[in-house]
């Protein structure tokens, strides 16, 4: 073997060593309620004496669906973020990290119950061997009942702080009037990421949700995410999921049209950083295998929910997970 070769060899070697992952998973897990009725939210439906006769059976193969799309989805390895929509209490989250195979990844809880109507939140799941949580807050949206923003600040294991947002954007029934809404969120999260900013502008920060909207709506343009081909430098975030849009990738399909609405948004450290946590655009996907799709006549594949309409299908989420991994790079 040439000295050549084996220089090239121990070269390769060492970066396999140095490049690390970090894997962030967002999915809309798409009413994951309990069995019990609240009387505090508009939860009736998923009771078993409501409208989609929603027991513990069923709940269980709901959740089972979850943890085994959570696997499947990173290949086998867990993800070290999961960022969730849709889930009604910390009770669920229970089930899904202490019930399942789930349970010995040992997954930390951040949760805090919101104001919407029908008592879905959102969660942030870390794995607490790879991320310790330094701070949270749900940031409200008054005077809209709707879903707070999770915030959660925290430290991998190798000293990189990241700041995590958590989002369920308002959903566009109501026409002009749920953009008003969004917008509204929008200014809302803007606020709290410039702050972050303002404090230091090489902050990582990485935003993620259900946005009820496009990665080019008004709402993302009122929150100045830059497109990955701008580099205005640190101090701003930029659209991870324009590119997936603009080649007709979708994380939903609606009127029979994929559309994507799980968006993810990152920090200029993040994007052009040459040490530390970084990714690029090659590194987010759509998870869109086979077992989360069915073929429905006339309408083609979609996404396999858990109900039909009013029948039980016993499937997964009317949203496919989005997953961004970040390299570690030393």
């Known amino acids: 073997m040439s000295a050549v070769l084996i220089v090239l060899l121990l070269f390769l070697s060492v970066n396999n060593l140095n ?10 897990v798409e009413n994951f309620f309990d069995t019990q009725n ?62 399942t195979p789930l349970s010995k ?27 310790e949580v330094i701070s949270s807050k ?43 809404s969004r917008i509204l969120v929008a200014k809302v999260l803007k606020h709290v990421v410039d702050s972050i900013f303002l404090e230091n502008s090489n902050a990582n920060i990485c935003v993620m949700g259900d946005f009820n909207d496009y990665p080019d709506s008004k709402p993302v343009k009122v929150m100045d995410v830059k497109p990955l081909d701008v580099n205005e430098g640190n101090g701003h975030l930029y659209n991870m999921s324009l590119h997936l849009q603009d080649d007709k990738q979708g994380s939903i399909k609606f009127q029979n049209k994929w559309e994507l609405i799980d968006l993810f948004f990152v920090s200029g450290n993040l994007l052009f950083n ?15 295998a086979d077992f989360l799709l069915e073929t429905i006549t006339g309408e083609g594949e979609s996404p396999k929910r858990t109900y039909r309409g009013p029948v039980y299908a016993g499937g997964f989420s009317d949203h496919l997970p989005v997953i961004l991994t970040f390299v570690k790079k030393s």
């Open 19 to 28: 490049a690390q992952e970090f894997r962030v998973m967002f999915y809309n």
């Open 38 to 99: 609240d009387p505090n939210t508009n939860d009736d439906d998923f009771t078993p004496t409501g409208a989609n006769h929603w027991n513990r059976v069923r709940f269980i193969q709901k959740r089972n669906n979850i943890y085994k799309t959570i696997i499947a989805a990173n290949r086998g390895k867990v993800p070290h973020i999961v960022g969730l929509c849709e889930v009604e209490n910390r009770y669920v989250l229970r089930q899904l990290t202490e019930q």
């Open 105 to 131: 990844y040992n997954y930390g809880i951040v949760h805090y119950d919101s104001p919407d109507r029908r008592g879905i939140d959102v969660a942030l799941l870390y794995l607490k061997d790879s991320f």
């Open 138 to 180: 749900a940031y409200k949206t008054p005077p809209l009942q709707t879903r707070d923003i999770l915030y959660v600040k925290g430290r991998t294991t190798d000293n990189d702080t990241l700041h995590f947002f958590v989002n369920h954007f308002p959903s566009k029934w109501g026409g002009a009037a749920s953009e008003d």
């Open 274 to 288: 040459r040490t530390g946590l970084t990714c690029s655009a090659d590194n987010i996907e759509i998870f869109k």
